[in-house]
């Protein structure tokens, strides 16, 4: 018989009797599925939100802050130096007019659907020419906000988190109440849980005569070097210029250090203790067929099937066990919102567990189902046969 | 006592697998203590927040300033001891990404509201005669050895002076203590009014007011008066204990304590499993050797004995390995993601050791009811 014919048949052999170890089985699947289910929710949270603060960004924009600021709140940008950004080379025209949005941003707070606590939410000011910067946002319901008067859109992802923010209904800010005009999507990204109003209405309201930030889209990809050296080495302006998704990628990078961190810890953990589970299940298994074993060797197998059935029986036990643990990720958190906030404003984003992080869990227990498996398959293909047989 | 060399026999049976649901155990126990800790951490700070002091910040949001003119109308109110206020200052050193939280305070009164706060009355006194004095935080002044008499240049993120200079030059002239914990001291106080001089923007406003009151029981009447002072004012207040606010603060970083519970209950169920599943086979293996021990005269809540102990010093030995573990290297990963200072509590522990007993009579109790069932002649028999 070759070894080839001789691994199938030992491994189907071994296959065969899994059901009559199905309860140590069981402790091997039910590890991984822990391990995959948790590591799924922790990473699918992580990604989401960085998708989420990421989507926000696009490469053919450019965000402007005062030279020094770390984010937007921390910038301030005066009307002088603004009106000298916008008639930067590089800029898309629309209409003759540079696709450039000054942004005042703000903050209110506002409760929350979920618990009625307050939490903030941000008030983005923006321009008129903020559709030709930002052509993805898009009113779905209700009418744009006039400028000069009192009125405000509210991003989808707001409205559904947030009480109080529907249309028609009203808001306080600086100055008393502006009412709500319309609802605003632009992809689920980080606008869409703010609320945005016109930038020189808010100004004025807020008595502030500077902006915070000028975003604007570039006439290519390629034209944000023109558009950086112009800015950077006008002596008029003290600005740094970034692309958005740099931008972006810097704003998101503490939280993801934070929950990678937390991730990183749990699994390390969790895989840990699945393959202790897996050992603990995989040298039962082999000891539980030691005679079966002795017999194979006796009558002429090779170590090799033996091996080969042990590591097979452990990779299968760790794929039923990956799939439960996913579909568990899968149906607790796919498609959850989810809220996260600090003392001044809250973003909201929707969860997803998506297939290339399935594709990770999968891997994941397929190691575990490795390391779990290789210690008690090598103690299989040692089994003595004479003493084995002899304890029959 | 006298059965423990038995029970311990029972345990090393089968080294490999004891050895290996040792470390099961070990490892949960060392998630629950990392994840429980932290929450239950968090906790423990809101208790300790008083409640007998209040946080007054604007309505609208934490970046919007208050009127200075508040703090008199704030006075009136019966049942309010004193009044200070603070305004924060955005600082950094050096570049924008080393910030150093500072805040700009009214010394005198600060210092009367926070009796938990050591600060001498010589520093108090250096504050009021020095203009640009600060005050360094025990904490921070470890962080950056930084001393009295140091001279700061600070950047401000947000504010710019009047006079046009680029940095705003303090000088150390103090440092406070929290000998309680309770007041992180991480932060540099500077002179309120010397900031709002200075600065070109703002005058006359502040971020925060904080309240002291005698009674407790009246935080929620006196924090409703204050608010209805400024309600339907352009700078409309919201009023909080310290304890609330810290409340809702955690509440606001989003659902971490739902995330935590999930983890737990998923690592605990596949615990139960685990640990169950060992002790079913250990009990199987060893029916003959039980009968054994009933023929010598072993009653059967003495074998029941016997395989709950077993599973009880398993579990919470190693239930204490884990937990042991996780005290350990619990603050370093706390301060790695940003909340330092917190230590395991002890209520973690006696949680985990209560819950690994419950595991281990959960997960025995099958096996046990097997052995207690048991009878001789057929075990012997090997039916």
Known sequence: MSAFRQIVSVTAMNLRSVPQRVGSSSVIVV???????????????????????????SPDRAIVLRAGATGELSSTLLVDAVATIKDAPGIARVDGKPAATADFVAAVNLLRKEDGRRAGMVVRGVDAAVMAVRPELKIVAGRPFTPGLREVLVGRSALQEFQGVAIGDEVALREGRWRI???????????????????????????RTAVNSVTVRLESDAAFDTFKAALTTNPTLSVSVERETEFYRRQSEEANQIFGLVGIAVGVFMGLGAIFAALNTMYSAVSARTREIATLRAIGFGAGGVVVSVLVEA???????????????????????????????????KMRVDPALLGTGVLLACAVGFIGGLFPALRAARVPVATALRAV | MKYLPLIWAGLWRKRARTVLTLLCVVVAFALFGLLNGFTAALGGIIDSMSDT????????????????????????VPGVDGVSYYNFFAGYYQEPRNSVQTGA???????????????????????KRTRNGALVGEDLA???????????????????????AEGWDFEIVGSYRSPSGRVPTSELWINYDYFDEARQAANGTVTLYFVKIHDSSRSAEISEQIDALFANSTSETQTQSEKDWLRAQIAQIGDIGFFVNAIIAAVMFALLFVTGNTMMQSVRERIPELAVLKTYGFGNSAVVGLVLAESLLLCCVAAALGIGISAAISPSIYREIGVGGINLPWSVVAVGLGLAAAFAIVSAA??????????????????
């Open chain 2, 142 to 164: 470890a962080e950056r050895g930084w001393k009295i008499g140091d001279k700061v240049p600070l950047g401000s993120s947000i504010w710019r002076r009047k006079d046009g």
């Open chain 1, 315 to 349: 990779l299968l036990l760790s794929l039923i066990g990956a799939a439960i643990g996913a579909a568990i990720a899968w149906l607790m958190f796919n498609g959850n919102s989810v809220t996260l906030g600090d003392s001044v404003s809250s973003m909201v984003f």
């Open chain 2, 105 to 127: 305070i009214d010394v005198e009164t600060f210092d009367a509201i926070y009796p938990e706060i050591e600060l001498d009355p010589s520093y108090v006194e250096a504050m």
């Open chain 2, 53 to 76: 002091r209040l946080r007054i910040m604007s309505r609208v949001n934490i970046t919007q300033p208050l009127p200075l003119a508040h703090r008199a109308r704030i006075e009136t």
């Open chain 1, 181 to 207: 005009v319309g609802v605003f999507e632009s992809g689920g990204d980080a606008n869409e849980s703010s609320l945005i109003a016109d930038a020189a209405t808010l100004l004025s309201a807020y008595q």
């Open chain 2, 366 to 383: 099958l096996p046990a009811l097997r052995a207690q069932r048991l009878s001789i002649v057929d075990a012997l028999a090997g039916r």
């Open chain 1, 31 to 57: 590890g991984i599925a822990g391990v995959v289910a948790v590591i799924l929710s922790v990473f699918g949270l992580t990604r989401s939100l960085q998708d989420a603060v990421l989507a926000t960004g």
